[in-house]
Each structure stands twice: as C-alpha cells, then as structure tokens.
C-alpha cells in the first residue's frame, strides 16, 4: 500500500499535482444542460503584469468558490485571460526602444505593433504562469486576450451600436491630459493627492483705469488663457463690476466681467478668474457665456509660441517667471501658503492637465440610470452590501467617458475621415471607402481607453455578439471577485455595458476585497521597498500556505495585513494535516487487504465515534452555508478549528487505545470513523488547500483500494448534512467528558503535575445519565486524563479529605492529593520552605527593630519591610498547616 512520505514538502507534489489536473482536464467546463452553471471572468491581468500579493488574494478567492462549486456539482467555468492595458504596455515598449535610440516615430505604426505584439508574445503570458503556481483552476483552454479576434469584433459592434444610438460622440471638451505619456486619461484613471502649494493674489485693472478687482490662484501660469473674470450674480460688492472690461496683465487683452452662480461668494474675494482651456470648471461657464477657449500649454505641459517670452518654458518654470514678472508690474500683491488636492497620473504620477481637446466620449446619462436601478433592485448585490454606496456615489455623479487615446496600442476607433469632402464615417469593417465620394478614407489614428473593451469582458469572452452556446448556458456570470479600488474603473463599467448590450446585468454577485497591506498596516509600493513576492512564499512555504494566510481572518471588503508568522502557522496547520493523515492510513494498513474497511456495523459506535461524525457534519453544513454567504474566511477559521482540535486533539487522541486493543469490531469502529471524517475534512480544506489534500486524498483511495487513473479530490462530491449523523446525545455526552478533561489538566497544570504521574478519579454524580456518560467513556477519559483508575458513584463516600477537586456541569472530580504529590518529598519541600521563610522573617524582624533602620530609612522603605513581615509571616502559618496536615 503506497504511504504518505514522513514529511509534507510542497515543492515535491505542487507542480506534478498542477500538470496531473490540467493534462485531465479537469478545470474545464463544457455546455451541460444536466447541471447548474458557475461562472467567474477572472479580473484580467495586465501583460506587464507580474504577480502580487493583490493578485494572490483576489485570485485565491475566485479559486475558492470555483472548486466549492465544481464539487458541489455546478458546471463551474473560471474563464482567465489578460488585458492589453495601453499605456503601461506602450510605455514598456517605448522605454525599451529609447536604449536603442528608436523613437514611436522612427518606426511607424505598423513597425511599432509588430514590436507590441512581439513583447506580448514574449512577456505577455508571464503572469499566467504565475497563476498556475498559486493553484488557479482556470479554464484555460478558454484563455483570452482582450485584443484578441473575438474582443476586437465586440469592441467593434459595442462602438458601431452606441454610435448610431447618439450615445458616442465626438468634440471638443475638456479632459484629463497627462503630459508624460502624451494623452488624455479618464476621470477615474486621476489620482489625487495633497500637494504644498501657494494662493497667489492677483489684482486686474479695470480698462476705464477706475480701480481694480482682486482674487487668487494656485496656477498663476494659466493667466495668460484668461477669458473673463467671474463674480456671483448675488455679490452686492460686485453689482456694479458686471459687464466691464479688464485689461489681462502681462498680456493685454481686454476681458470681461461675468456674472456665474459658479462663484462662491463667501470663498476668498468671491472674484475667479476664467481660463476655459486649462480648469473644468471655466471650461462650463465659459461655454454658458460663449467665452473664447485659449490654449496656453503645448501637450508636452511647455507654453505655447504665441506668448514669445515665455514659448517653450516648462509649466512650472513659466510659473516663476511669470510670478516675477506680476510681482513687478504690480499685478500680484501677496502670496500665500495653500495646500490642496491635486489630480495625478495613475500610471506615471505626473500631475495632469485639463486640457480642452477633440476627443470621442460615451455619453453617459442614459447608461447610468438602468446600471443603478439593476442594483437597488438587487438584481446584482455587493457582498459587502455597503459598497453599492460607493456604486451609487460614482453613478450619480458620472460625467461622460472620454474614451480616446492618443496611443498606437489598443483598439483603434473604427470612425474613418475622408480628407476629400470631410465625410466621417464608423464602421464595423477594417476599411472603408467614402459614402460621398467613393475615395478611400484615414482611420481615427487614436486607440480606445483599455478599460473600453474591459467594460466587455464577462460576454464579449463567451462569444458575443454571436449567441453562441457558451453565451447563453454560461451568461450573466454568477459572480464577480475584485478590489473596491476598481470599483468605478471596472464595476460600473461592466454593468452598464452588459445591461446596454445583452439586456442582462453582467453578474449576479459583486464580491468585494480590500488589500493587502504590510505588517505595519502600510501599502506595499516599490518606494516604499516593503512588497513580498507571492512567488518567493510559494517558493518557500507551497502555495497553499500563501492560500490559507490571504484567506484566514480575512472579513470581505476589509484590508488585511501580512505577517510572515501566519505563514508559518498555516504551513504548520498543512503539516498536522498532513502527519494526522499519515497516522490513520498506517493504521488502516492494521485493518487487512489493501487497508480496505468496509462500512460498519452502527451499533459498534462508541460515543465518541458518534461525536465526531455529529461534530463533522455540524462543520459540513457550517462551512456549506459560509461558502454560500461568501463568508471564506469565517469558513476557513471553523474548518481549521475542527481538524486541528476536535479530530487531532481530541478524537485521534480517544481512540488510540482502541487502535492498539484487542478488541477488533472496536478497532475496525474507529479506523472506519477516522477515514470518513477525515474524508469529509480533506473535501472541506480542499477549495482553500487543494494541493495537501489532493496528495492525500489520492494516496487514501489508493489505501482503500479505489483509486483509478481520474480519482481526485477536486472532482469528488462535495459533503452534505446527515440527518442521521446529528448525534445529538452523543455530541452532548462527549461535550461533557471533554470539560472534564479540560477541568483534571488544568488542576494537575497548577500543582505542577507531569503527565506521567497517574492519578485516580473520583467522578461523584447523583445523575445517572452523567454516570452512564463517564462509564461509556472510561477508556479514553482514563487516557486523556492521565488517570490511573476512574471511579463513578454517586456521592463523596470513600474519598479522602484532602482530595483536590474541580467542577463539571452535574459532577464534581475528585482526586486525592497523595495521587498527585510525592508525600515524603512534599514534607521534604515544606519543610526547606519553612525554614527559608523563618529566615526571611527573623532578618525583617532585625531591621524594624533597629532605630538606626527606622530612623533614617525612607518612608516607603520601612513600610515595604513591614509589609514583607506580614507577608512571610502569612505564608509560614500555611506552610506550618500544609505539614501538619501531611504529617498525620
């Protein structure tokens, strides 16, 4: 019969393991008209992607309900797949270029995609690898690529339908502009951050030369856009300003004033300056006062030529120059320290522009409000539920989504312009030729925002826009596992789309997480120098260590912290998995051919056989119900608790005389016990350990003699609650004698008792079904207990005076205390003892009676001697009882 090795070494069975399923095929799911479908779409990684503990957490979570539901007997599909991610994956490939001296340009467009998708090729399946290593059960001959032939043709249809719907469209609007990787990014790729900075207060002269109005910036720079000056129509101060004219400082060009319900009037002078180029805000009221828009920043964040002396300088260098050149025309008056929000590039960190620009945008309104009200009427539900308030916030508040890059990476628009006679033209097809004029048109050069064909990812992966079998078995997915940092980037994004295109929301469940921090609660950054590679713990401990860890006292939506100690705890946790295994199939191998044990009669269960069946299936339909509330960490926590002290501490420890008895039906009760539960809890840890517990599944079916070439525990049946296993009395009973073991160790801990010394028990109850309790129990209660005899009666006759006693629900235990001490010895002991404190109290006696002592000691001194006297004194009346009483 094969045995399980001495000791567990992940890294002599993970691989094998992960080679074995996949070569099965066994994470593959298929049309099954017979089963439920499962579905999750993996959060896609980026192809410059390379594993963290981010992506170790999210990913080990999907894994979780996958395998629960593949054996719980869902047709459970995990569809992997990458995201092209434009301008992280164009950024690598410019970086790389620039040490050969190549530029974008050099090469042109089709040279440049012939690199992309060359290092796509090469690093692009990088972190697919990776994932194997963590354990992921992908479908992975499902594997997509968001700008595969199948993404392509639905980003395509999604661009043609919303287009010709009015609900994409192309202007000039402000938009978020990032100087370093030269193109406009969305709102939700901004980040922001507190920046020291300074209010700058400016005055402006009126034209007529009657005075001045003042206000303040942080972007002094920017004046030289300026297009009016704003005030609240409400102002009382400013009644009489409306409609002049200023003269713009440094540039000369006569401004007006504009009356706009924008201007707070009780914020600084209530008097804004108005730059409908360069802030959101102006861009509005500019366009309600048909105010010029004057572009004052070249892409690259330097001025403009048409302001010559300050053409080509840096923004922030222009901003010196600038400041100096109003501090010296009088135009600025004072400067003030100012600290405030500033938007920054999510990918470079750069800080953005608003920068008015031609771009396409989805409008978004109309998609908004069906998005919302799918999930008020709960036809997808945030687990947890409070995150549909951050839904909600993003939702109400969304402005439309610019959708353009001005990057070679990605999905090119598919609008075409006949240079011609102006025609545009969007079009599902490669090329097209003028509607007009019949000559052939230039495509749109931009790329669509990665986060565009994203939106599609939970259809456009199942086939659609076709309606292909896998569209319609496996969609709307069930449930979807990410970050609530992505909440708006993706979430909404999804929801929206699926609900516009398929009339369907996209998935039923969103299962929230939050990140994995430090130890120090700080987020892992390579600044900050504190990221941990999950490939290195792997290395180190095997993945399922790295599993349990993320997923243990882990609450959903929550940050967690990572602590090398819990590694090793759970590492730990495998390895009492893993010798508590080992010591029931060495055992089984005593039960005959092949270690096979056939069912049991019913009646040769002890209690505590009944016990820990009753107990596993207490924890069957526990975890059960978790797993179905995504409750993973508080499942993971009671599958532990059960396996390493019910099953480990307690029931191996109870029946080891049975094992090793004579009495064979007993012996065979208790082998056939054993392998059913630990059956049952190998089932339970597998979604969260799958490694540890296919190794031993597979060895213990070959123990028993059923193991064939597709036995494995990922496709065995998940367990289910017995009604025939609740045990009831026999949980109760076992309970009981459990508190009384508890209660005898800890009395024998605080006598300093060593295990090795036995003692008899007195167990006194007047109950007679305590009685029969500890009778039924007395093989394994003597052995747990360290007793050399148990005696069961019904009142305190017999029992020696000096016996030790604890309590117990109905019974009181007895021991008597020459059981527990050496006599002679104790006498001995006491006897040393008194003698030292007789010397302590005859010295504290001499310094309170010394008046030197008394005299010129401390206070405090002389009140701690005193309060050592009493203290010896007392323990020397006990010490004196104590002999008394043994010397009789």
């Not at 990032?178 to 900075?197: F, K, M, R, W």
């Not at 819990?566 to 191998?589: C, G, L, P, T, Y």
């Not at 009753?614 to 009671?638: F, H, M, P, R, W």
Request: glycine letters at 6%.
């Amino acid at each position: 019969m094969k045995e399980l090795a001495k000791n567990y070494n992940p890294k002599e069975i993970e691989d094998d393991l992960y080679e074995r399923w996949e070569t099965k095929k066994y994470f593959h799911a298929r049309v099954n008209p017979e089963k439920k479908p499962f579905t999750i779409v993996i959060p896609p990684p980026n192809i410059t992607g390379q594993l963290h503990m981010g992506h170790a957490l999210d990913n080990t979570m999907q894994d979780i309900l996958i395998r629960y539901k593949r054996m719980a007997g869902y047709e459970a599909l995990w569809l992997p797949g990458t995201d092209h991610a434009s301008i992280a994956t164009e950024a690598k490939i410019v970086e790389a270029m620039a040490k050969e001296g190549l530029t974008k340009e050099d090469l042109g467009r089709e040279k440049f995609l012939e690199r992309a998708w060359d290092w796509k090729a090469q690093y692009g399946g990088r972190i697919v690898k990776q994932l194997r290593k963590l354990g992921s059960s992908c479908d992975w001959d499902r594997e997509r690529f968001t700008m595969d032939e199948g993404c392509n043709k639905a980003v395509k249809e999604v661009f043609y339908n919303l287009y010709n719907k009015g609900l994409i469209y192309r202007g000039e609007r402000i938009i978020n502009w990032c100087p370093h990787c030269l193109t406009s990014i969305s709102d939700a790729e901004v980040n922001y951050e507190d920046q020291a900075g300074h209010f700058w207060h400016l005055r402006y002269p009126y034209a007529d030369g009657s005075g001045y109005i003042e206000m303040a910036t942080t972007r002094p720079e920017t004046m030289l856009g300026d297009t009016a000056v704003a005030v609240n129509p409400k102002d009382e101060r400013y009644k009489d300003c409306i409609g002049k004219m200023i003269k713009l400082p440094l540039v000369g060009r006569l401004i007006p004033v504009v009356a706009d319900d924008y201007v707070e009037m009780d914020f600084g002078t209530g008097v804004v300056k108005i730059t409908p180029a360069h802030d959101p805000n102006d861009f509005e009221v500019g366009l309600r006062h048909n105010l010029p828009v004057i572009n004052v920043l070249t892409e690259d964040a330097k001025i403009v030529d048409e302001y010559e002396k300050y053409a080509g300088m840096d923004r922030y260098e222009a901003r010196e120059a600038i400041v100096k050149d109003l501090q010296e025309c009088g135009a600025l008056t004072r400067i003030e320290d100012y600290s405030h929000n500033v938007g920054t590039c999510y990918r470079c960190g750069t800080t953005v522009e608003p920068r008015v620009s031609k771009q396409w945008f989805v409008k978004m309104e109309p998609l908004a409000g069906p998005a919302i009200e799918a999930v008020k009427t709960g036809k997808t539900q945030f687990v947890p539920e409070h995150f549909d308030k951050t839904y909600y916030h993003w939702l109400e508040n969304i402005r439309d989504w610019c959708i353009s890059r001005q990057l070679w990476w990605g999905h090119r628009i598919p609008a075409f312009y006949c240079d011609d006679c102006g025609e545009m033209t969007v079009t599902k097809e490669d090329g097209c030729n003028c509607p007009k004029c019949g000559k052939p048109m230039r495509q749109d050069p931009d790329t669509l925002d990665t986060w565009f064909s994203s939106a599609l990812w939970p259809f456009s992966t199942l086939g659609w826009p076709e309606k292909t079998p896998d569209f319609e078995y496996f969609y709307p997915t069930s449930t979807l596992v990410t970050g609530y940092d992505i909440i708006f980037f993706w979430v909404i994004r999804m929801m929206f789309s699926g609900l516009e295109h398929t009339g369907q929301v996209p998935f039923n469940k969103v299962l929230i997480h939050g990140l994995v921090r430090d130890s120090q609660g700080r987020k892992m950054s390579k600044s900050l120098g504190n990221g941990i590679d999950p490939l290195e713990v792997i290395d180190k401990y095997g993945a399922d260590a790295l599993r349990f860890t993320l997923i243990t006292g882990n609450a959903p939506g929550n940050d967690m912290r990572f602590y090398w100690e819990r590694i090793e705890a759970s590492r730990n946790f495998a390895n009492k998995v893993w010798n508590a295994s080992r010591f029931i199939m060495m055992n089984m191998d005593q039960m005959g051919e092949d270690g096979k044990v056939a069912d049991v009669d019913p009646a040769s269960l002890t209690e505590a056989d009944k016990w820990i069946l009753g107990t596993c299936n207490d924890v069957i339909k526990s975890v059960t119900d978790n797993l179905e509330s995504y409750e993973l960490g508080v499942a993971a926590q009671k599958i532990y608790d059960f396996i390493w002290e019910e099953l480990c501490d307690w029931y191996i420890e109870m029946v080891k005389p049975r094992l090793y008895g004579d009495d064979q039906a007993s012996r065979k009760a208790a082998i056939w016990t054993l392998r059913s539960v630990l059956t049952d809890s190998l089932k339970l840890l597998h979604p969260y350990m799958p490694f540890v517990t296919e190794e031993i599944y597979c060895t213990l079916k070959e123990a028993e003699g059923v193991f064939d070439d597709n036995t494995s525990i990922m496709i065995s049946d998940w367990p289910v609650y017995k009604e025939e296993f609740a045990f009831t009395a026999e949980k109760e009973a076992t309970s009981l004698i459990k508190e009384a073991v508890k209660a005898v160790r800890a009395l024998r801990t605080g006598m300093n008792v060593p295990p090795s010394r036995k003692a008899k028990i007195f167990v006194v109850s007047e109950d007679e079904g305590v009685q029969r309790i500890f009778e039924n129990g007395n093989v394994f209660f003597r052995t747990l207990a360290y007793a050399s005899e148990i005696v069961i009666q019904g009142d305190k006759q017999g029992i020696d005076e000096d016996a030790v006693s604890t309590i117990i629900p109905m019974a009181t235990l007895y021991i008597p205390f020459a059981d527990l001490v050496d006599i002679d010895k104790e006498i001995e002991r006491l006897t040393k003892e008194a003698a030292r404190l007789e010397g302590e109290i005859k010295r504290s006696n001499g310094m309170l009676n010394n008046e030197k002592f008394i005299s010129k000691a401390p206070q405090a001194k002389v009140d701690e001697e005193k309060a050592k006297l009493v203290k010896y004194t007392a323990m020397l009346s006990q010490v004196n009882e104590r002999l008394a009483h043994l010397s009789k």
